[in-house]
Antibody, heavy 118, light 110 residues
Framework: QVQLQQWGAGLLKSSETLSLTCAVY????????CSWIRQSPGKGLEWIGE???????NYNPSLKSRVTISVDTSKNQFFLRMSSVTAADTAVYFC????????????WGRGTLVTVSS | QTVVTQEPSFSVSPGGTVTLTCGLN?????????PSWYQQTPGQAPRTLIY???TRSSGVPDRFSGSILGNKAALTITGAQADDECDYYC??????????FGGGTKLTVL
């Protein structure tokens, strides 16, 4: 059974860089994009961006200038980096998998709470 | 800027039927947007309900169905149960790898 496990630093200060990892266990990236999605406290979900095993990326235009998503296929892991964080970036960050053939999020990580303090 | 619209809240009686919608601030939703629907309870990751407009995800009961109604995507829940009370999100695929979430609908069963 394929699972997504994610981890990363949960407490940051303003202007620091957020860094999260998502590992795919029991399967591979082949045929999928892997996405990052976030949810601010009490708010809705926001798509951040995605990457495939070849390293091709797509980003939310509103976050593109601060976000980098990368992949290490040898480890079946993908990564999120977000620079210059502020309190507005405080959120639960989810990784998720997207089948290339039918765009949607078919498998989710459990989420990582990232809190940015000023 | 593309905005995906959902009703902020909705209520349904136990055993009743409710239809939640997912629209665009400009234009109509069609199957080419690959509408998908997610259910989220507090503190949990979303659960995938419907994708590709009307395909139910594995394990999702047939009380949940997806469609296009007029110019919007729709999620219909029949025989509403108490544990259907949670938040529902739709996602539209805009092409070029861009996905946009709706603001979510908080469903109350009472």
């Amino acid at each position: 059974q394929v699972q997504l496990q994610q981890w990363g630093a949960g407490l940051l200060k303003s202007s620091e860089t957020l860094s999260l990892t998502c590992a795919v266990y029991g399967g591979s990236f082949s045929g999928y994009y892997c996405s990052w999605i976030r949810q601010s406290p009490g708010k809705g979900l926001e798509w951040i961006g995605e990457i495939n095993r070849s390293g091709s990326t797509n980003y939310n235009p509103s976050l593109k200038s601060r976000v980098t998503i990368s992949v290490d296929t040898s480890k079946n892991q993908f990564f999120l980096r977000m620079s210059s964080v502020t309190a507005a970036d405080t959120a639960v960050y989810f990784c998720a998998r997207t089948p290339v053939a039918t765009p949607h999020f078919d498998l989710w990580g459990r989420g990582t709470l990232v809190t940015v303090s000023s | 800027q593309t905005v995906v619209t959902q009703e902020p809240s909705f209520s349904v009686s136990p055993g009743g039927t409710v239809t939640l919608t997912c629209g665009l601030n400009s234009g109509s939703v069609s199957t080419t947007y690959y509408p998908s629907w997610y259910q989220q309870t507090p503190g949990q990751a979303p659960r995938t309900l419907i994708y590709n407009t009307k395909t139910r995800s594995s394990g999702v009961p047939d009380r949940f169905s997806g469609s296009i109604l007029g110019n919007k995507a729709a999620l219909t829940i029949t025989g509403a149960q108490a544990d259907d009370e949670c938040d529902y999100y739709c996602v539209l695929y805009m092409g070029s790898g861009i996905s946009v979430f709706g603001g979510g609908t908080k469903l109350t069963v009472l």
